[in-house]
């Protein structure tokens, strides 16, 4: 796997190899088994421990945005999602992670809703998206920039809920600043195959809202991929 760490302090995490949470979205395509039976050896063979974070709930915000009914969505997204989850634990079984074993290393909603650290950063960051202006036309312009690959039109955004789409990103939020407090590790990398403006903004300090001193980002991606092609093979 290429990894680009996205600062110098995610450079020396990534040299700890404590803790990597790997982001799968449902509705992506690039997360095919294959991918994802790529990413489960990956994650187990360069780290102590990992985590699969798979944004369950919170992928109906997304479908709201785009205009779906309420039940509608909710019965779409629980569907891509149990898709997606029976994909990922098949990877997981593929390199040898199976039973209560995946359980565990599978990161839901359930699990962070009763997540007393999760819940209190998911406050901090909807406030600042409440009162910063930067934080919020960030936030909205990641969502849209999501959004538009599903729509294929440009020039659709007045058409869609950006504020309801923002919750998706939001819900993401503690994981990107502090997942080491939310899971009790040493420390962590969110690892993700794509990095928004707005994350690079987030890991640079630009905002309010401050990312832990122990949590840090890489970027990652197979070979192919030029996006992180100034990056190290691990």
């Known amino acids: 796997m290429l990894v ?3 600062t110098d302090n995610s450079r020396e995490i990534l040299g ?3 803790h ?3 982001g799968i979205s449902p509705f992506n395509s690039y997360f095919s088994e294959a991918r994802l039976r790529e990413l489960a050896s990956w994650g187990r063979k360069n780290f102590e421990a990992m985590h699969l974070f798979i944004p369950d709930v919170p992928t109906t915000y997304t479908l709201l945005a785009l205009g779906y009914p309420p039940k509608e969505a909710s019965w779409k997204a629980k569907r891509q999602v149990r898709y997606v989850i029976n994909k990922t634990e098949r990877a997981l079984e593929a390199v040898g992670i199976s039973g209560a074993k995946a359980k565990e290393v599978l990161l839901t909603w ?3 809703e009763a997540n007393a650290r999760y819940q209190t950063l998911l406050e901090e960051a909807t406030k600042v998206y409440e009162q910063d202006v930067d934080f919020r036309k960030d936030c909205q312009d990641a969502a849209w920039w999501v959004l538009e690959k599903r729509l294929g039109d440009p ?4 058409t869609v809920d950006l504020d309801l789409a923002a919750k998706y990103l939001l819900s993401e939020m503690p994981l990107f600043v502090d997942t080491p407090g939310v899971l009790e590790k040493e420390s962590s990398l969110f690892a993700y195959h794509q990095c928004p403006q707005l994350l690079e903004r987030l890991y640079r300090g630009g905002y309010r809202l401050r990312v832990a001193d122990n949590q840090g980002f890489v970027l990652m991606a197979c070979r192919e991929n030029i996006e992180v092609e100034q ?3 691990i």
């Open 155 to 158: 020039t659709a955004r007045s």
């Open 16 to 18: 700890k190899r404590r």
């Open 231 to 233: 990056g190290m093979f």
């Open 110 to 112: 359930e699990k962070l």
């Open 20 to 22: 990597v949470l790997i």
């Open 4 to 6: 680009r760490p996205l």
